[in-house]
């Protein structure tokens, strides 16, 4: 089992940037593929980017490619979401997660607020 605690949230105007952090602790980190999923108001969990488990892959949702990179530090069991060229539209409670696949996330954090003002 793996805890996952989310960081870097907050207020940003659209255009601006922000990086999300995601601490994993528990079973090993590295031994797990990582995403970053979002879920606005009123809207269902939506994904956005996720990294292997060695960081040599790397997808992204076509809602955030060429704005939004993923990578992970598996030495400080950690994995960001940076993100560019925020709009309005990206406002939303964002979540990491682990998964013993690719494809199938199994732990969650608890989530961050992203909001971005016009």
């Known amino acids: 089992q793996v805890q996952l605690v989310e960081s870097g949230g907050g207020l940003v105007q659209a255009g601006g940037s922000l990086r999300l952090s995601c601490v994993g602790s528990?079973?090993?980190?590295?031994?797990?593929?990582m995403g970053w999923f979002r879920q606005a108001p009123g809207k269902e969990r939506e994904f956005l980017a996720r990294?292997?488990?060695?960081?040599?892959?790397?997808d992204y949702a076509d809602s955030v490619k060429g704005r939004f990179s993923i990578s992970r530090d598996n030495a400080k069991n950690t994995v960001y979401l940076q993100m560019n060229s925020l709009k309005p539209e990206d406002t939303a409670v964002y979540y990491c997660?682990?998964?013993?696949?690719?494809?199938?996330?199994?732990?969650w954090g608890q989530g961050a607020q992203v909001t971005v003002s016009s």
């Open positions: 997660a682990a998964g013993s696949s690719y494809y199938e996330y199994n732990y």
């Open positions: 528990g079973r090993t980190f590295s031994s797990y593929a």
């Open positions: 990294v292997s488990r060695s960081a040599g892959s790397t």
